[in-house]
């Protein structure tokens, strides 16, 4: 019995960690990074959510650049989002989608031109704040030129009308992401980290949270879906328009459309509370009877989850099954999962995983992204907590040396700073998630789940950093925790187990 259990992480872990077939990913080595300094702080302290965070200036942000050394493409300096408008027509004939992106942002600089992210599709039409204007494209970059310079502290609206098929994006970080079509003509999108803005124009970096409305039509057969929560269903004649309102702020991967012909938004119940909306997005085979069995479980993990890291940060939670992709993504309030992992055993620990994810990565978001272990190191060791829950404390460390018996073998990179075409590998995950293993050891049960509590919370709704989780611990231990850190997150040679 503990056996399984133990077995059924190791894969589960691998299956998360690896979303292609390209076996390099775990295994690169971590040469070539630029060597960066830790930015300055860069959260908010409060625990209601604001309607977005303030940007802070990195040293190297630019017009093309919010300055991440891990990717210098990605995100833009000059402005700070505050809120995505994607009103998205699915066309299944053509394969095609018609987009109208309304971006409003907030000027953090006087602004003769500036530059929103943006991969593919024909643009028909970009107006600022009503006015049609001028923009060039140059790789992914979109450069906006309004008319007349847009003042510091203005709130200004750029509206891209674009259409076409969308194609895939094959990042540095993973190959083959964005939008994706399934075998049943089922539409999705996975964008972390950096596919979001081939399918949106967008201020690409977790930096940058937003507020969105995302309104999806299609033929009345097919359901479309987004994160948050549906506030509108309009019928019209030959089309269903749905509007799904992310009042949290949110990254711009972790933005989402799920449309499928006979799929539903199905409602659980039993899991749903006052607080929380539990709804997942289901083709027909998986509804009612069929729903898989683990999925039952949502509520209970919630529950086990809001005692580890405290309240649940968003309104709804559920996830979408599709099709051709091996993978899982903790798209906010709505992950997505593979077809392959409903099917196999580990389907629980993934759906765990996921959801750990909603409080860390999607409430808590990186600020930059060489501190991804913030990410994926406490999603796995979520899954740890999950087995504590099912089976006691033995159970957990029998868990925990499993795991640290396969980071000896694997020689992955340390965690903290993993190279860029390797962000995903296995270590971050492993060794991210036996780090904290180490901190609960070295710190006792009461002090490292008010730590995990206290980082969830002070930084709800922001970014964080890795030296603000360790000041975090430092703070409610007592202790100097920078040497426990530094061996199991930079130093190359993996610590004892403790
Ligand atoms: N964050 C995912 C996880 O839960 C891994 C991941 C990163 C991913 N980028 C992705 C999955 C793109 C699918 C597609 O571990
Ligand atoms: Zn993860």
């Known amino acids: 019995m503990h056996r399984i259990v133990v077995i059924a992480v190791a894969v589960a872990l691998a299956g998360v960690a690896c979303t292609s077939n390209e076996p390099t990913e775990a295994s690169a080595p971590a040469g070539d990074q ?46 700070d ?4 408008d994607i009103d998205l027509v699915w066309r299944p004939e053509s394969g095609e989608i018609g987009v109208v992106t309304a971006v409003e942002a907030i000027a953090t600089d006087d602004l003769a031109e500036y530059n929103l992210d943006f991969h593919g599709f024909d643009i028909e039409r970009l107006a600022v704040d009503g006015v049609e204007t001028t923009f060039e494209r140059s790789e992914d970059e979109l ?10 502290g203005t709130t200004f609206t750029t509206e891209v009308t674009y259409r076409g098929v969308p194609e895939r994006y094959d990042s540095i970080a993973l190959p083959d992401m964005g939008w994706f079509s399934g075998p049943d003509g089922e539409q999705f999108v996975v964008a972390e980290p950096d596919a979001a803005h081939s399918w949106f124009p967008s201020n690409d970096h977790p930096l940058d949270k937003a507020t969105f409305t995302i309104s999806i039509t299609a033929p009345p057969a097919w359901t479309g879906a987004a994160n948050g929560e549906l506030v509108e269903e309009v019928d019209d004649i030959g089309s269903v328009t749905r509007t799904f309102s992310m009042s949290d702020p949110m990254t ?8 499928g012909e006979g799929w539903q938004i199905v409602e659980d119940e039993a899991a749903s509370t006052e607080e929380i909306a539990v709804r997942h997005v289901l083709p027909p085979d998986l509804q009612d009877a069929n729903t898989p069995a683990a999925l039952l479980r949502t509520g209970e993990m919630i529950a086990v989850f809001e005692e580890r890291f405290g309240v649940y940060p968003f309104d709804e939670y559920g996830i979408a099954v599709v099709g051709g992709f091996a993978g899982a993504l903790e798209n906010q309030t709505l992950s997505v999962f593979g077809r392959e992992f409903v099917e196999a055993p580990i389907f629980e620990y ?42 006691g404390n033995d159970v957990y460390r029998e868990f925990v040396a499993e795991r640290y018996a396969a980071v000896e073998l694997a020689e992955y990179p340390p965690p903290g700073d993993p190279p860029s075409d390797a962000l995903f590998n296995g270590g971050v995950y492993q060794r991210g998630a036996l780090t904290l293993h180490a901190l609960r050891q070295e710190v006792g049960d009461v002090a490292f789940f008010a730590i995990l509590r206290t980082f969830a919370t002070r930084f709800a709704y922001g970014n964080a950093t890795t030296a603000e989780f360790i000041s975090v611990a430092e703070e409610l231990s007592g202790l100097e925790l920078d040497d426990l850190f530094d061996a199991w997150l930079y130093e190359p040679e993996l610590p004892p187990l403790p």
């Open 350 to 391: 993934v759906l765990v995983h996921e959801l750990a994810h909603q409080w860390f990565g999607n409430s808590v978001t990186v600020a930059l992204w060489e501190d991804i272990w913030l990410h994926e190191g406490f999603a796995t060791y979520g899954e740890l907590i999950w087995a504590e829950h099912l089976h």
């Open 81 to 84: 989002v505050q809120h995505y």
């Open 34 to 79: 630029p060597t960066t300094t830790a930015p300055p702080a860069t959260t908010t302290t409060s625990t209601t959510s604001p309607a977005t965070t303030t940007i802070p200036e990195l040293p190297t942000a630019s017009q093309e650049s919010i300055g991440d050394p891990t990717y210098p493409g990605l995100g833009n300096a000059g402005y």
């Open 143 to 152: 450069v906006i030129r309004p008319d007349s310079s847009i003042a510091m």
């Open 252 to 259: 711009t991967y972790l933005a989402t459309v799920v449309i």
